[in-house]
């Protein structure tokens, strides 16, 4: 299949990789969109796993206050350099990054950092509800084991759909910044503000 210009710009407003890696992409799916996509996303986890060692001392604080200022966002955004810190892409990602949380109130950054309580909680209530419909020992803890991940996707950051792109998680969209940049980045911490909260 012959690979236009225009399946190349496609595939590059979609992912945010290189002209050439999207090219690369498409002539290795034989033009299929979607392969294509998932192909990218694959080469962005092997870089974004072989940079994930090294320290991100740069990057910017990035602000999102909500129309009406009952509602902001403060997140700290690191990278390895402050030239990567000052691009475009960078400095976009991390303001979705924080109209993200404005949105979705996740509760950490990553399961590692949610509170054992909270953790204790979430666990006694899916127990007891297993339990009351009648299940076996073995199929409650099954059960969850699942709605212990559900709730991990729910409130931390990193798990967390995109709420411009429900196909992407956070990660993800981290990852094919770290592909397209060539640079480590973390998102390091966020506050959200809310009036009355």
């Not at 590059?12 to 090219?23: L, P, V």
């Not at 402050?82 to 691009?87: E, N, Q, S, Y």
């Not at 699942?146 to 409130?155: C, N, P, T, V």
């Amino acid at each position: 299949m012959k690979i236009t210009s225009q399946m190349v710009k496609e595939l590059r407003d979609k992912t945010n990789a290189g002209m050439m890696d999207c090219k690369k992409a498409l002539v290795e799916n034989d033009g299929d969109m979607e392969k294509s996509i998932d192909f990218l996303r694959q080469k962005g986890l092997a870089v974004a796993a072989k940079r994930a060692d090294r320290a991100t001392s740069e990057g910017i604080v990035q602000t999102y206050i909500h129309a009406g200022g009952k509602l902001g966002v403060m997140v700290e955004v690191g990278c390895e350099t402050d030239f990567v810190a000052k691009t475009d892409s960078f400095i976009d990602f991390s303001k979705n990054v924080a109209m993200h949380i404005a949105a979705t109130s996740p509760v950490s950054t990553v399961r590692e950092d949610v509170p054992a309580t909270l953790i204790a909680r979430e666990k006694d209530i899916y127990t007891n509800q297993a339990l009351e419909t009648g299940k076996p020992e073995n199929i409650v803890e099954k059960i969850v084991i699942g709605k212990m991940e559900k709730f991990y996707s729910e409130i931390c950051l990193m798990e967390q759909k995109y709420v411009k792109d429900p196909d992407l998680s956070i990660q993800d969209l981290l990852n094919a910044l770290i592909a397209s940049l060539g640079e480590n980045i973390s998102i390091k911490r966020f506050a959200r503000f809310q009036v009355g909260a």
